[in-house]
C-alpha cells in the first residue's frame, strides 16, 4: 500500500489536496457553531455574571418572588432616571450625566460575578466606578451630593474607587450604594428590588424563565442566554460555513471520485489475482479500502494542520469577543477527530463503489478489464441528470427553507455533469457519421476521441463542475466586495457611540454636520417578532446608506426595506403596527402606513431597516442621536469632542477598519475561487497522466500507421481544447442560474448580496482558467516524445 501512495506522487498530491480542503472547510463548520456559542456565552458571563434571567419592574418589586430552589438570585436596587451630577472639577463648563445609582450587597454580587470585589460602603459613603471618577474629578475622601426623586438629597464620602468590570463595563457610569440609600434616591422606601438577576440550571433556561412568567405575569421576565435570538444567529453563521463546505464538496467530489475509480480500476488487477490464488474476496478487497482510507487519514492530517494555522484568520474577525473580534478561536477536541474521519470516509466511499460493482465479476474479467475501453453513457443517468436539473428550479419559485435551496445547488450541477457525458458522445457520433476525415482529419478524430474515450470523459465532467462552482465563487467574491466597499458617509470623520443630547456637540467647531439618529431592537410589527434598525429621517445630505427614500415622512407613514415588507407580506398602503422599545418596562405601541419600500443592503445586509419621521422617532428615543457625521478640521474636532464614551475616527480609518472587517469573507471567498482554479488544472494534469498511461497501446497503433508526433500532439491539443471550452460554454449558459441559486441560499440566512457583474474581470478570469487548462497537454505530448513505440506495441 505504501509503495502504490508513493509511486505515483503526482496522483497522490491531487487526492490529498482535495480531502485536505474537505477537513478545512468542515472543520470550519463544526468550529464556528461553538466557538459563536462559547464567545457569546463568555461576553454575557463576563458582564452580567451567573444571570441567566433578568426579573425587573417599573414600579419595583415590593416583596422578593419565590424562586425554584434550583436557582440562584440577586436583587438589585437600580436607578438612573432622575440622577445628574455636576463636574466638580470644570468650572467653564457645566456638564450632566445621567449615570448609574446602584444598591446591591456588594459581597453577594461579587459572588454571583456581578461586581468587582469591593468593600462593602456604609450608609454616609459611596464606592464609584473609576468611569465616574475620571469623567467628573471625584477623588477618595471627596463628597457628592445625589439628588432624589421627590426633590430631597443625600450626601455621601466616596469610600473606593473600583475598575470598569463585570456589570460596570456595560455601565461605566455607576455609584454603588447601600440599598437603604438606594431606596432613598428612588423615594420608594417600600420595595425590596427593582431588578432580579437569577442562574438558573444548565439546558433548563427557558423552562424556568416560562414558570416564572406564568406564575409571575406583572413583572417583566426576559432571558439572556440560551435565547432564539443567540441561536438564530449562531445558526445563520453555521449555515454559511455550511455552504462554503457544501459548494468546496460539490467541486471536488467528481476529482475525488475519478481519481479512486481509477485508483481502483489499477487495483482490481490485484484483487484479481490475489483471488485467483485463494484470497477470500472480502479480505481481498479490504486491501483496496484500507488503501483509501490511508489517503483520507494523510488528507485529514494535512487538512487539520491547515485549519490550526488559518482559524484565527478565517474565523477570528466573524466571531464577537471580550475584546471585540479578531481574537484567538477555540476549538473543541472533537473537531480534529471528526476531520480526519470525513475526509476517510468520503475517500472510502467512492472507492465502494467500484468493489461493490466488481464483486460479482469473474476473476478473469477483474484481471483483465482496466484498459481505457469506449466509454459508453447510461441512459439511465442521462434521464436522472434531466430530472435533477429541472427540479433544481423549484427552489427559485418560493420560499422552502436553507435545506432545499442547497439540496437544489448540489441537484443541478450534479444532473449536469451526468448530462454532459451523453452530450460529448451524440457530438462523437455525430461527428463520425456526417465527417469522412478529408478535412481537418485530425480534429475529426479528437472529436470523436472527446466522447468515447472514459479519461477524456472524465476530465471534462470534472472541469465543469469545477468551472461552474469556481466561476460562480469569483462573481460572489467580487458582489460582496463590491457589498462592503460602499462608502456609505461622505465627510471627513464619523463619530460613533454618541451617548449625550444632540446639543451637548453643539462646542465643537464643525464646517457642517449631521446627526444620524438610528438605534436597532428586537420589535413586534405586525403580531411578528422581528430584528429592525431603525432610523429617525427627516433628510440625509452625508449619509448614502438608505437608498429609495421618499422626500418626506409624515409621523404616521414608514418606509420599511423591500425585502422586509416580502418577508412579512406588507404591501404599500398597508397598516402597520409597531411596538417599539419592546424588551424595556415602559413600551411603545404605534401604528403607520407602510409607504414605499426602500433598500438597504448596503447599510444592513439583512435588510431589516425601518424609517420614521425624526419627529416620531425623538418622541419614543428622545434627542438622544446615534452617529455625528462632520466635515471639518478633524485634529480640532478630536480635541473638542469631550463625550468620553463617543468614538472619533476619520472617514479613511472608519473604512479602513469596515474593510478589514469584510475581509475574513471576501477572502475566503477568493481563496476558494484560486483552490478551485488549482484543482481543475491540478485534475486535468492527473487526466491527461492517467489517460496517457492507458492509451500508450493505442498512441502506438495510431504512430504505427502514420500518425506523425506533430499529428498525434495536435489530436491531444484539440481534445484538451475541447475539455477547456466546453465547461465555459456551458456556464456561459447556466452560469446565472448556479448564482440566482447561491443567492437565493444566502437569502435564506438573511444575507443579501446584490449581484453584481463584472464582465472583464470574469473574462479574465475564465481566460486564465482556459489557458491553465490548455496547458496541461504538455503532459501526454511530452511523454509521447519519450514514449518507445516498438515497446508498446509488444506488451499487448
Known amino acids: 500500500m505504501l509503495r502504490n501512495i508513493t509511486i505515483k506522487p503526482f496522483r497522490t498530491m491531487v487526492i490529498v489536496l482535495c480531502l485536505s480542503a474537505v477537513s478545512l472547510t468542515f472543520s470550519l463548520c463544526l468550529t464556528i457553531s461553538t466557538a459563536s456559542e462559547t464567545a457569546v456565552e463568555d461576553m454575557i458571563r463576563s458582564s452580567m455574571g451567573k444571570t441567566d434571567i433578568v426579573m425587573q419592574s417599573a414600579k419595583g418589586i415590593s416583596e422578593l418572588p419565590e424562586l425554584p430552589a434550583d436557582t440562584e438570585s440577586l436583587p438589585v436596587i437600580l436607578a438612573h432616571s432622575y440622577f445628574q451630577m455636576h463636574d466638580i472639577s470644570n468650572f467653564k463648563y457645566v456638564q450632566k450625566k445621567n449615570i448609574y445609582i446602584l444598591g446591591v450587597d456588594t459581597e453577594r454580587a461579587a459572588v454571583f460575578g456581578f461586581l468587582p470585589k469591593c468593600t462593602a460602603p456604609n450608609n454616609d459613603e459611596a464606592v464609584i466606578s473609576y468611569g465616574v471618577a475620571q469623567r467628573f474629578g471625584y477623588e477618595v475622601g471627596d463628597k457628592m451630593m445625589l439628588p432624589c426623586a421627590d426633590g430631597s438629597e443625600i450626601t455621601l464620602t466616596v469610600s473606593e474607587i473600583v475598575l470598569n468590570k463585570n456589570d460596570l463595563s456595560v455601565m461605566p457610569l455607576t455609584v454603588i450604594v447601600t440599598c437603604e440609600n438606594a431606596k432613598k434616591v428612588l423615594s420608594s422606601p417600600d420595595i ?60 471536488i467530489l467528481f476529482i475525488i471520485s475519478a481519481f479512486s475509480k481509477n485508483i481502483a480500476a489499477e487495483r482490481l488487477a490485484v484483487v484479481g489475482t490475489l483471488r485467483s490464488i485463494g484470497a477470500e474476496k472480502r479480505r481481498a478487497s479490504l486491501t483496496l479500502l484500507i488503501e483509501c482510507t490511508l489517503y483520507g487519514l494523510i488528507g485529514g492530517i494535512i487538512g487539520t494542520a491547515l485549519f490550526y494555522a488559518l482559524k484565527d484568520m478565517l474565523l477570528g474577525n466573524m466571531i464577537p469577543g471580550i475584546d471585540g473580534a479578531g481574537g484567538s478561536v477555540d476549538v473543541p477536541f472533537y473537531v480534529p477527530v471528526i476531520g480526519l474521519v470525513i475526509s476517510a470516509l468520503m475517500s472510502c466511499a467512492v472507492s465502494l463503489m467500484s468493489v461493490i460493482c466488481t464483486a460479482e465479476m469473474s476473476i478473469r474479467d477483474i484481471i483483465f478489464g482496466g484498459r481505457d475501453s469506449v466509454y459508453r453513457p447510461s441512459v439511465f443517468a442521462t434521464v436522472v441528470g434531466i430530472i435533477c436539473v429541472f427540479s433544481a428550479f423549484v427552489p427559485l419559485f418560493g420560499s422552502f427553507g436553507f435545506i432545499i435551496s442547497l439540496m437544489g445547488l448540489a441537484v443541478f450541477v450534479i444532473g449536469i455533469c451526468l448530462i454532459l457525458p451523453k452530450i460529448l458522445s451524440a457530438n462523437s457520433a455525430f461527428t463520425a457519421r456526417h465527417t469522412n476525415g478529408s478535412a481537418l482529419p485530425v480534429v475529426r478524430l479528437a472529436l470523436i476521441q472527446s466522447g468515447t474515450k472514459k479519461t477524456a470523459v472524465t476530465g471534462t465532467v470534472i472541469c465543469t463542475a469545477v468551472v461552474i462552482m469556481t466561476a460562480s465563487l469569483y462573481v460572489l467574491s467580487r458582489s460582496a466586495e463590491k457589498l462592503y466597499s460602499v462608502r456609505n458617509y461622505n465627510c471627513d470623520a464619523v463619530i460613533t457611540g454618541l451617548s ?125 442621536p446615534s452617529m455625528l457625521l462632520v466635515n471639518g478640521d478633524t485634529k480640532l474636532m478630536q480635541r473638542q469632542l469631550i463625550d468620553k464614551s463617543a468614538e472619533f475616527e476619520t472617514t479613511g480609518e472608519y473604512y479602513a477598519r469596515m474593510d478589514e472587517e469584510s475581509h475574513s469573507i471576501t477572502g475566503l471567498l477568493d481563496a476558494l475561487a484560486v483552490i478551485g482554479v488549482l484543482l481543475a488544472v491540478i485534475s486535468v494534469s492527473g487526466q491527461q497522466t492517467i489517460g496517457f498511461e492507458q492509451r500508450r497501446h493505442e498512441l502506438a497503433v495510431l504512430r504505427s500507421q502514420g500518425m506523425s508526433i506533430s499529428q498525434i500532439s495536435k489530436m491531444l491539443i484539440c481534445e484538451t481544447m475541447l475539455t477547456a471550452f466546453l465547461p465555459v460554454i456551458i456556464y456561459l449558459c447556466i452560469g446565472h442560474f448556479v448564482i440566482m441559486m447561491i443567492a437565493r441560499i444566502l437569502s435564506e440566512l438573511d444575507m443579501k448580496i446584490p449581484i453584481s457583474f463584472d464582465y472583464f474581470g470574469i473574462a479574465v478570469f475564465l481566460a486564465v482558467m482556459l489557458s491553465s487548462v490548455i496547458m496541461t497537454v504538455l503532459i501526454p505530448i511530452l511523454s509521447l516524445k519519450r514514449m518507445n513505440t516498438a515497446e508498446q506495441l509488444k506488451c499487448e
Open 500 to 624: 449625550e443630547r444632540s446639543e451637548y456637540y453643539g462646542i465643537i467647531s464643525v464646517d457642517s454636520k449631521e446627526f444620524i439618529y438610528n438605534t436597532s431592537e428586537t420589535t413586534e410589527l405586525n403580531g411578528k417578532r422581528t430584528n429592525i434598525n431603525i432610523f429617525g429621517y427627516d433628510s440625509f445630505e452625508m449619509f448614502g446608506g438608505l437608498q429609495d427614500l421618499p422626500e418626506k415622512l409624515s409621523d404616521d407613514e414608514i418606509a420599511l426595506d423591500r425585502q422586509m415588507m416580502k418577508r412579512l407580506g406588507i404591501n404599500n398602503g398597508d397598516r402597520v403596527t409597531i411596538t417599539l422599545k419592546n424588551n424595556t418596562v415602559r413600551p411603545v405601541k404605534l401604528a403607520f402606513t407602510a409607504v414605499s419600500g426602500i433598500d438597504s443592503v448596503y447599510f444592513d445586509q439583512k435588510c431589516n431597516a425601518a424609517v420614521i419621521s425624526l419627529d416620531t422617532y425623538k418622541s419614543v428615543y428622545h434627542d438622544y
Open 192 to 251: 425590596s428590588a427593582t431588578t432580579i438577576y437569577i442562574d438558573a440550571p444548565d439546558g433548563k433556561e427557558y423552562e424556568t424563565a416560562e414558570k416564572l412568567r406564568e406564575k409571575y405575569p406583572e413583572l417583566d421576565i426576559s432571558q439572556v442566554t440560551g435565547t432564539q435570538e443567540i441561536e438564530d444567529s449562531v445558526r445563520s453563521l453555521t449555515r454559511t460555513f455550511f455552504v462554503i463546505f457544501a459548494v468546496t464538496l460539490l467541486m
